[in-house]
């Protein structure tokens, strides 16, 4: 049976998705997707959904708790039915539905879930690495995490990932991976770069590659998460620590797929954010989000002791 690489998981599907295939040996055991029989779609609960996700006001994709424990996510031509112990997945598509979306919630909202359901959390962010570890940033959509990882990357940093990277604790301390080598850029930073790519949601989606950044291997110690506030009037980036409850309830929208989380699975985000936040420090990182304010901004980040503190150098 083909082993695939989705999101940093690995899945075992008869299904012939274009993702990557993945020879490692997994850990944990592989993910078994598999799709239902055609017309034989899952039945909602009449009970009100447990989450919703709320996409430009409108909710467009709803999750329930069914008795066995297991998980159903629904949108409005698919479902997802996820194990209880996130083993498996089975999904349904109504047949003019595009693979393409499949593969698309898949490696994303799906992949997310899973994790919650496995007690880790991903993070809606980028990410970049310098000696060694990583400097994750999340922020509100528009605010700059794909610019500013992609700026820094060419001013000497290592380039990790964009969009969606999965947290984890090995030995105590949280560790983060890449999940995709695409970089998602508004138009203005597109053109600062001076690279093309397809248009999806007023977004540009071009490959690391395209920016000739060279995506990093394996997954590294999270050193700091840093939320930006762009601030036009800031004349000079600053940093400013975040503690205890204000840290908390500034992160928590930044986990991926939250508003689909049932109350005992919210409590497991919860708790899962908490650690990080007891192994970590968490920042706002002020800056005015033009580019000439790079360097400067790299030269903050090098600089900020409670980061190097928090690795242990």
């Given at each position: 049976?083909?082993?695939?690489?989705?999101?940093?998981?690995?899945?075992?599907?008869?299904f012939p998705f274009t993702f990557p295939l993945d020879d490692r040996e997994p850990a944990p055991p592989p993910i078994r997707l598999m799709r239902a029989p055609e017309g034989e779609r899952f039945t909602s609960p009449d009970s009100p959904p447990a989450g919703q996700y709320i996409y430009r006001g409108r909710p467009i994709f709803r999750s329930y708790q069914l008795e066995d424990g297991s998980f159903l996510l629904g949108l409005r031509h698919i479902d997802f039915l996820i194990a209880s112990d996130a083993r498996?997945?089975?999904?349904?598509?109504?047949?003019?539905?595009?693979?393409?979306?499949?593969?698309?919630?898949?490696?994303?909202?799906?992949?997310?879930?899973?994790?919650?359901?496995?007690?880790?959390?991903?993070?809606?962010?980028?990410?970049?690495?310098?000696?060694?570890?990583?400097?994750?940033?999340?922020?509100?959509?528009?605010?700059?995490?794909?610019?500013?990882?992609?700026?820094?990357?060419?001013?000497?940093?290592?380039?990790?990932?964009?969009?969606?990277?999965?947290?984890?604790?090995?030995?105590?301390?949280?560790?983060?991976?890449?999940?995709?080598?695409?970089?998602?850029?508004?138009?203005?930073?597109?053109?600062?770069?001076?690279?093309?790519?397809?248009?999806?949601?007023?977004?540009?989606?071009?490959?690391?590659?395209?920016?000739?950044?060279?995506?990093?291997?394996?997954?590294?110690?999270?050193?700091?998460?840093?939320?930006?506030?762009?601030?036009?009037?800031?004349?000079?980036?600053?940093?400013?620590?975040?503690?205890?409850?204000?840290?908390?309830?500034?992160?928590?929208?930044?986990?991926?797929?939250?508003?689909?989380?049932?109350?005992?699975?919210?409590?497991?985000?919860?708790?899962?954010?908490?650690?990080?936040?007891?192994?970590?420090?968490?920042?706002?990182?002020?800056?005015?989000?033009?580019?000439?304010?790079?360097?400067?901004?790299?030269?903050?980040?090098?600089?900020?002791?409670?980061?190097?503190?928090?690795?242990?150098?």
């Amino acid at each position: 049976m083909p082993l695939y690489r989705i999101a940093g998981l690995t899945w075992d599907s008869d299904f012939p998705f274009t993702f990557p295939l993945d020879d490692r040996e997994p850990a944990p055991p592989p993910i078994r997707l598999m799709r239902a029989p055609e017309g034989e779609r899952f039945t909602s609960p009449d009970s009100p959904p447990a989450g919703q996700y709320i996409y430009r006001g409108r909710p467009i994709f709803r999750s329930y708790q069914l008795e066995d424990g297991s998980f159903l996510l629904g949108l409005r031509h698919i479902d997802f039915l996820i194990a209880s112990d996130a083993r498996s997945v089975v999904w349904y598509s109504d047949p003019d539905t595009p693979v393409d979306m499949v593969r698309t919630l898949l490696a994303s909202l799906v992949a997310s879930f899973v994790r919650m359901v496995r007690g880790t959390i991903t993070l809606h962010a980028s990410a970049v690495v310098s000696e060694g570890a990583a400097r994750c940033f999340v922020g509100l959509s528009g605010a700059g995490k794909s610019t500013l990882a992609a700026g820094l990357s060419r001013l000497g940093f290592g380039w990790l990932g964009d969009d969606l990277l999965s947290v984890a604790l090995r030995d105590g301390r949280p560790v983060v991976g890449p999940e995709d080598s695409r970089i998602k850029l508004l138009p203005d930073a597109a053109e600062y770069f001076q690279v093309r790519g397809e248009q999806i949601d007023g977004e540009i989606h071009v490959s690391a590659e395209l920016l000739g950044l060279v995506p990093a291997a394996g997954a590294y110690p999270l050193r700091a998460v840093y939320i930006l506030d762009r601030r036009r009037e800031a004349l000079e980036p600053e940093i400013a620590r975040q503690n205890g409850l204000e840290a908390f309830v500034k992160l928590l929208p930044h986990v991926d797929s939250v508003e689909l989380a049932p109350p005992a699975l919210r409590e497991r985000v919860f708790e899962a954010c908490m650690r990080l936040l007891h192994s970590i420090p968490v920042a706002e990182l002020r800056f005015s989000g033009e580019m000439d304010a790079l360097p400067r901004v790299r030269d903050l980040l090098l600089g900020d002791t409670s980061a190097c503190a928090s690795s242990g150098r």
